[in-house]
């Protein structure tokens, strides 16, 4: 048993919060008429291509709404030249806008943040490449993600929260060609003052709804804020989380995972069939589920605000394991997935001291009433015992 410390990782990295509110208190304040009205004005630009003339105004558009709810916010432009994507023809010469907004830490001297980004940009494709010089209202792809992080910014700009860390709430340019918003915003971040992400939560596509599920597309070795996003789905909302990794290069969390920081990805789990089409109109999505997922990112923030990081890392040493995944929080440690032939599931301390043991499959193990450290959770099969996780309990 003594072999197990070995796989003990020992982090220091959580702290108290300055200020409590109740999440609850934060979330009733989300609005889905709000909502539906911010999709609503984004749709009312003809179009929002990255290479239209309208994504200046777009921009400045939303400098102003981040300036009214008490953000700090700046235009960040940078130039393309001669750039020429996919089957476009012409070649492209403009500059292009990210709406960068910021709301301070209550200690303003930290250069930790938590961003929460969404693209503008859209494009239509059905007829003609062409097609999105002139009109593409991008209503789910995504003024739906800008308009969930307009809503978020509306209630912390209403709130008298003292958040713990910087919330910056970025809305980027030229997604959907290629990423070059966010890829543009990353290079800053890395070779300019460095405003530290801790996280990052992107919504990219979170209007339509057939099945009451939301797709979380999750990161290697960002556990600790998956579980939190999955926490927070079945505590605040009905939805049924589905998680997968399909995707995770096609939005602008990618390039935040690519640099080196950890990223989650939210998006409706049944895609629209008029993204990227002139039919991508605001009739076609639904609002309450919009609000649902507004409830999940906040509350995201929220816990992130609060307690810090809370990790736990999945052992990948045996490819059976690779689909036991398993949930945690403060108190509780939740497994799904467990194999037929299960036998023991236990848990010890970093002495190597059995703490929990049980024979049964069981699906979550209470862990409140044990003292802060390291544990290593492992399951025992009739053929072997494997160890799961490791999990640090602050």
Known sequence: MKR???????????????????TDDLLQKINSDSIRNNVEALEAFPTRFAFSPFSKDVAFYLKDRMEYYGFETVID???????????????????????????????????????????YDNRSTSFSFNDSYILAPGADDNASGVACLLEIARVLGESTIENKYNIRIEFYAGEEVNLLGSSHRLQSISYDWTPYPIAMINLDMVGNN??????????????WLTNIVYNNTI??????????????????????????????????????????????????????????ITNITLATTFDIMNKGREDVFIENEATDNEDIICYFDNATIY???????????????????????TNKAEQKINISTLPKGCYILLLETTTTTKIVKKIIKF
């Open 4 to 22: 197990l410390l070995c796989y003990i990782v020992l982090l220091v990295c959580c702290l108290s919060a300055h200020a409590q509110t109740n």
């Open 77 to 119: 432009s940078f130039y393309m030249e001669d750039y020429i994507w996919g089957d476009m023809e012409r070649s492209e010469n403009m500059f292009l806008y990210n709406v960068l907004a910021l709301k301070y830490a209550y200690n303003q001297n930290t250069d930790t943040s938590i961003f929460l980004g969404a693209h």
């Open 210 to 223: 057939l099945s009451d599920s939301i797709q979380i597309n999750y990161y290697d070795n960002c556990d």
């Open 235 to 292: 505590t605040h909302t009905n939805l049924i989380p589905k998680f997968t990794q399909e995707f995770i290069e096609r939005s602008d969390s990618w390039m935040f995972f690519a640099w080196g920081f950890d990223a989650v990805f939210l998006s409706e789990n049944d895609f629209s069939p008029f993204y990227h089409t002139p039919q991508d109109s605001s009739v076609f999505l639904d609002y309450d589920y919009m609000s649902k």
């Open 335 to 357: 497994l799904t997935k467990l194999p037929n032939d299960i036998r023991n599931i236990v848990l010890v301390n970093q002495l190597g001291e059995i703490v929990f043991e």
